[in-house]
């Protein structure tokens, strides 16, 4: 079992930086790959971007790309994302997850329904 607890959000205004934390507990967390998504009231979730075990990213969605940037530090079980010049379409729950099986990518990574663990989501709203 793996416990993620997402923090960081906030209310900002548009141009600004938010940087999230998506916190693991439970099984060796530093095994797995962990992806954000995010869902703003009314939409589906959808990808945002993702990261691997040995630290190797994967392409973000394209709504993001060039102004995030996801990271982990598994010595602190803790997998970041870093969101600038933020736009209030931003405004999202943004949740992490993971997969069932440590090590590997589930068969399409951008989609939420191929994911086991989830947060509980940190609300970001950008404002205009």
């Known amino acids: 079992q793996v416990e993620l607890v997402e923090s960081g959000g906030g209310l900002v205004q548009a141009g600004g930086s938010l940087r999230l934390s998506c916190a693991a507990s439970g099984r060796t967390f530093s095994n797995y790959n962990v992806a954000w998504f995010r869902q703003a009231p009314g939409k589906e979730r959808e990808f945002v971007a993702g990261?691997?075990?040995?630290?190797?990213?994967?392409n973000p969605a394209d709504f993001v790309k060039g102004r995030c940037t996801i990271s982990r530090d598994n010595a602190k079980n803790t997998v970041y994302l870093q969101m600038n010049n933020l736009k209030p379409e931003d405004s999202a729950v943004y949740y992490c997850?993971?997969?069932?099986?440590?090590?590997?990518?589930?068969?399409?990574?951008?989609?939420?329904?191929?994911?086991?663990?989830w947060g509980q989501g940190t609300q970001v709203t950008v404002s205009s």
């Open positions: 997850a993971a997969p069932q099986i440590r090590g590997y990518w589930p068969g399409n990574a951008r989609l939420s329904s191929s994911y086991t663990y």
């Open positions: 990261i691997n075990w040995t630290g190797a990213s994967i």
